[in-house]
Every structure is written in C-alpha cells, then in structure tokens.
C-alpha cells in the first residue's frame, strides 16, 4: 500500500546535486503560486545543514492543500553545506540566523513573519497536504493560543511497520492523556504552530538546548487553551533524530523510565518549571 510520502522519499536523505532538476523547477514554481500578500498564516522552515533534507520538505509544502492564504518563508541558521543555495533555488524569502540554535532559528523566523499564526517547520520532517489547513481549523477557534498534532517515523530496515505503530499508538495515548493538565509538555516542535500576535509578546528562550517550543507553549497558555490534535490526516512523519537507530522496543523501554520519573505530574497544572542544570546553554 503506497503512503502519501512515498514520491518525496525518493529524495529524502540524498545530496542536492542528486535531485532531478524538474522536481526542483516545478517545486519553485509551485510554492510561487502559494504565497500571499495577506497570509493568515506563515510557514517558517528552519534548516541547519540540512541539504539532504530541505528539497523533500519543500517539495511536500509546495503540494498542499489550504483553503487559506499562507506565506512560505526559511531560515538558513548559518548552514555550512548547501542549505542556502536550496533556499536560494525554491524562491521562498529566506533569512540567515548566525547564532546557532533551533531557539534562535525560530525567534528569526518569527520576526520575519507576516501572519497572524506561525507555524514550526523542521527541513527534515515531510507534512501531510491538509496538515495546514487541519491546524489552522483547530487555532481559529475562539480561545486557542496554539496546537500541536502528533508524528510518525519512516519505516527502515531497522523499524518495522508493526514496531512504529505499536510505538506510536503508546505514545500518542500517554501525549493525549498528558495534555489534560499538562498540555505544554504534549507539545514537540516539529508539529506546532501557535497565535503569532502571542508569540511576539513571549520571547523564545534561546537559554536553553532543547525545549523551546515547551516553554512557548507554557508561556501562551494565559493567552487561551493548547489544542492537542490527533488527526490522521494532520500526522507528519519524520526521521529517527530522537530515537536513532535503536530499537523501537529499546526506545519505548527508554521513553517509559523517563516518564515514570515523576509521573504525577500529569495530575496537576503548573505555569513554571525548573530548568535542569544540564539544559541551560554554558555562558562563554
């Protein structure tokens, strides 16, 4: 059974000088047709030495379906391969973040931004056709500040179907169950998207090494609720950046010791979380 993916793998993981030139052309062409001079929202892809990526989740961008006006824009964080010149050949306005970091990327993306909602984008993640148009239903609900969806892995030689689904099907139950009372902690970045107008009041943190997007999140909920979506249809599907090449089993024995540390968590609110020694960025 083919997958709504299957044509932009054929890419993924494969240097730029490797892409057939007419799926570059007719990817720029059709995210030129995509950008509006009044975007309701804007879809910002950052990209760090990304060049075996990018063109795949550009590509999936250009053949999406929304029934609303959206802006396409990159930031390049100071990318040391080809990163750029992809940027540069899609025709999306692109920016170049020096200070390293997915905290900093995003913070540029967000300054640039023309729309009303933001939404995150990872260059090495592939986003279904009606993801944006799904998220955007859910944010323009009265009292929404910001929405997550959840996310799938390729299936490789190393993890198959059943083993994915297995995973997934458990995370996803404890994300959702999670979200009740601590929705800021359901949320991963490659799959939210939130109220700019929000946003630009709560700065990124760019004082820590992962978790920005969390801390937004929790920064937003005063503004209204974190919508938490579980919609086949709005699922993207990325690579094994958090996992790496263990075993789905080995990672779900992992992600469930880590969870269990204080798992009553779950069964209250808070608006503040200490942050661990090991997360804070090193003053130089």
Known sequence: ??????????????????????????????????QSDEPIASIVVIGYNEETHLQACLWAISEIKCKYPVEIIGVDNDSSDRTAEIY????????????HSCGYARRCGLEHARGRFYFDVDSDTLYPPHYYEIMLNHLLRPGVSCASATWSYFPDANHSRLSLRLFEMARDLFLWVQHFKRPELSVRG???AYNADYGRKEPYRVDIIRGEDGSMALALKKYGK?????????????????IGQQ?????FVNHVKIQARGITRIFSSTDHYEDAPENLVKKK
């Open 247 to 251: 075993s789905m089993w080995q990672s």
């Open 88 to 99: 540069q050949r899609s025709g999306i306005p692109y920016y170049t973040e020096y200070q």
């Open 226 to 242: 974190i919508v938490f979506v579980r919609d086949r249809r709005c699922k993207a599907v990325t690579g094994y950046g958090t």
């Open 190 to 192: 490659l799959v939210f």
């Open 1 to 34: 059974m083919s997958n709504w993916y299957d044509k932009y793998l054929t890419i993924y993981g494969k240097p730029f000088s490797e892409v057939p030139e007419s799926i570059i052309e007719e990817t720029r062409m059709r995210l030129a047709a995509l």
